[in-house]
């Protein structure tokens, strides 16, 4: 029997269980796992035989608790190859002021800045409290991780763009390269 336990914010339990509980029990069916949630706590106790079921319905369950919505994270179900990478925010913004300045570069207005980083990466992302999530594969997360990173470190979002349209064109080169 393998167990895990996973802190899940107040506010984001009811994404995690859903309307009359179908979330929850959806990860329950999709994964063989047990999941408890105690609100009080802001704890999710999953249990299961299946140890490789209990560590996916904990990668769902820390993907909904950074803020994805559960149709989002359950991308994580249904790909393979697809993975949780977080950017934790704490150490690198000293202020609150520092930190709303940083999320809103990632986010961009009306949140442009994030949606095309995921559309040029072919990943989900998610700015929510003191973390950036994403998900996707190893080499659209690493990408994306490095755009994110640049953006954090205040490289102007033209330079991040063309980083990342660089990347797109050379990930289609090697494709197309593996056809000839």
Do not use: C, W
């Not at 309307?19 to 706590?41: N, P, Q, Y």
């Not at 800045?113 to 996707?136: N, Y």
């Amino acid at each position: 029997m393998t167990r895990e336990e996973v802190r899940i914010g107040g506010d984001r339990v009811g994404a995690l269980i859903g309307k009359g509980g179908a979330t929850k029990r959806e990860l329950e069916e999709k994964t063989g796992a047990v999941i408890r949630v105690d609100s009080k706590e802001g704890l999710a106790i999953v249990e299961g035989e299946n140890a490789e079921g209990v560590i996916t319905a904990v990668e769902v369950i820390r993907a909904i608790s950074r803020g994805f919505s559960p149709e989002r994270a359950f991308l994580l179900l249904r790909d393979d190859d697809a993975m949780l990478d977080l950017i934790d925010l704490t150490g690198i913004a000293e202020t609150t002021a520092q930190l709303e300045r940083i999320r809103g570069r990632i986010i961009g207005r009306d949140g442009r800045s994030r949606e095309q980083i995921e559309e040029m990466t072919g990943t989900q992302i998610s700015v929510f409290g003191k973390s950036v999530a994403m998900i996707g594969g190893h080499e659209q997360l690493k990408t994306a991780r490095t755009a994110i990173e640049m953006l954090i470190n205040g490289v102007p979002h033209e330079t991040v763009f063309s980083f990342l349209d660089k990347k797109k064109r050379e990930t289609a080169q090697d494709l197309l390269g593996t056809y000839y």
